[in-house]
């Protein structure tokens, strides 16, 4: 038989195929692995293993013993018949047997491919916070490899409430995006991951590149008491331009702590923003500094 070629998650599974293919037992076929499969990112299958076998070839007769039989005389019709009726209910027991065997690898492999969804979907619960870091750890690493970026990650902050987890290296501002829009949308997809391992308790998942978040703070907290001088001198609102929630947080917490102002978030995400305004009375300030949605 000509060989077949399969593939599959792991090499025994395209093995596995193609034994379906062939009809036959694992012992009755041979198998050459043409390529071994490759993990991608986030764990999934990049390149699958790839193998071709075929049915083992019966050993020929030797030539003395071909010889033989050719010069043995013809038996009587009905003992050729007999033959036949052999041969035929032989090869039928062969092909019963064959669709038996087939049916119990298709039983086997659905047993695996249930097994394997199942151990995807499990969540383990034993796992500690300093295992978590490391995965996400090990994430980031991924994707850095994928995108092609040179850089480290490192776990700065560790506790059972929150983690911090830091990118350096050169030429990472892609990573950082416009506004931090990328590093907001790297940060969570880490905590997804987390969460996929830890569920609810995957706590406050935080990513920085190259220290951007606390200048980006910094800065943002110097621009929101430049804005809060001009309120207070005005008594006309000023509003921001659209921020991401942790943004807007800081926006609050500024204005918060200054008297005589308050602040107030509008608008629908992505296009939420912060507006500042004077307040009326300074112990009216109750709701100074919420974020509302």
């Given at each position: 038989m000509d060989w077949v070629e399969t593939t599959g998650r792991t090499v025994e599974e395209a093995k596995e195929a193609a034994l379906d293919l062939l009809g036959v037992d694992y012992s009755?076929?041979?198998?050459?692995?043409?390529?071994?499969?490759?993990?991608?990112f986030l764990g999934m299958s990049k390149r699958p293993a790839r193998v071709r076998g075929?049915?083992?070839?019966?050993?020929?007769?030797?030539?003395?013993?071909?010889?033989?039989?050719?010069r043995r005389p013809s038996t009587a019709k009905d003992d050729t018949n007999s033959d036949r009726g052999s041969v035929n209910q032989d090869r039928s027991d062969a092909n019963a047997k064959a669709s038996g065997n087939q049916q119990e690898r298709n039983t086997v492999m659905q047993e695996r491919e249930d097994a394997f969804q199942e151990s995807e979907e499990k969540v383990s619960p034993l796992i500690s916070r300093t295992e978590l870091a490391v995965?996400?750890?090990?994430?980031?690493?991924?994707?850095?490899?994928?995108?092609?970026?040179?850089a480290t990650v490192s776990i700065d902050y560790l506790?059972?409430?929150?983690?911090?987890?830091?990118?350096?290296?050169?030429?990472?501002?892609?990573?950082?995006?416009?506004?931090?829009?990328?590093?907001?949308?790297?940060?969570?997809?880490?905590?997804?991951?987390?969460?996929?391992?830890?569920g609810e308790s995957a706590g406050r998942v935080v990513v920085d590149v190259d220290g951007y978040r606390k200048k980006r703070r910094e800065a943002l907290e110097r621009f929101t008491r430049s804005v809060i001088e001009e309120v207070l001198s005005s008594g006309e609102e000023r509003a921001f331009d659209p921020m991401i929630s942790s943004e807007r947080k800081i926006?609050?917490?500024?204005?918060?702590?200054?008297?005589?102002?308050?602040?107030?978030?509008?608008?629908?995400?992505?296009?939420?923003?912060?507006?500042?305004?004077?307040?009326?009375?300074?112990?009216?300030?109750?709701?100074?500094?919420?974020?509302?949605?």
């Open positions: 009755e076929a041979e198998f050459e692995v043409l390529e071994e499969p490759k993990s991608g075929r049915v083992l070839p019966a050993t020929p007769k030797a030539k003395d013993g071909r010889r033989m039989r050719r995965v996400a750890q090990h994430f980031l690493a991924d994707l850095l490899y994928e995108l092609d970026m040179l506790d059972d409430e929150a983690m911090e987890l830091s990118i350096a290296g050169d030429q990472l501002g892609s990573l950082i995006g416009q506004k931090g829009a990328v590093i907001a949308a790297v940060q969570e997809l880490t905590k997804a991951v987390v969460q996929a391992h830890a926006v609050h917490d500024v204005v918060a702590s200054v008297a005589g102002v308050e602040s107030r978030s509008e608008g629908e995400e992505p296009n939420r923003y912060v507006i500042i305004f004077t307040s009326s009375k300074v112990e009216d300030n109750e709701e100074v500094g919420i974020e509302v949605g």
